[in-house]
Nanobody, 127 residues
Framework: QVQLVESGGGLVQAGGSLRLSCAAS????????RAWFRQAPGKEREFVAA????????AYADSVKGRFTISRDNAKNTVLLQMNSLKPEDTAVYYC????????????????????WGQGTQVTVAS
């Protein structure tokens, strides 16, 4: 059974940091792009960050650029999201995802490009 499991969420004060981790099991995703999306209450799921299979190409939402960093460890089948300078508007459930396609040097920013999803981890930033 293929699973993506997020961890590292929690409650943090504005200006603080969190590091999210997404571990995959059941198959390897070393050839797939990996991404993070988030969904706040009453809002649609939105793109946060993505990284290609090699790890050399990353994309970020404008709202997190310069504060968040996505990285991956293919040997551990894991993707990370380092979140610094957190703001209350970053409060959401964060989901990791793996792409349908493989071996692409580009990264997609739309949910439809990702076929594997985790259950999500809550991030709450207090003002």
């Amino acid at each position: 059974q293929v699973q993506l499991v997020e961890s590292g969420g929690g409650l943090v004060q504005a200006g603080g940091s969190l590091r999210l981790s997404c571990a995959a099991s059941g198959r390897t995703f070393s050839s797939n792009a990996r991404a993070w999306f988030r969904q706040a209450p009453g809002k649609e799921r939105e793109f946060v960050a993505a990284i290609n299979w090699r790890g050399g190409n990353a994309a970020y939402a404008d709202s997190v650029k310069g504060r968040f960093t996505i990285s991956r460890d293919n040997a551990k089948n894991t993707v990370l999201l380092q979140m610094n300078s957190l703001k209350p508007e970053d409060t959401a459930v964060y989901y990791c995802a793996a792409s349908w396609s493989s071996l692409s040097d580009s990264v997609a920013v739309t949910p439809g490009a990702y076929g594997y999803w985790g259950q999500g981890t809550q991030v709450t930033v207090a003002s």
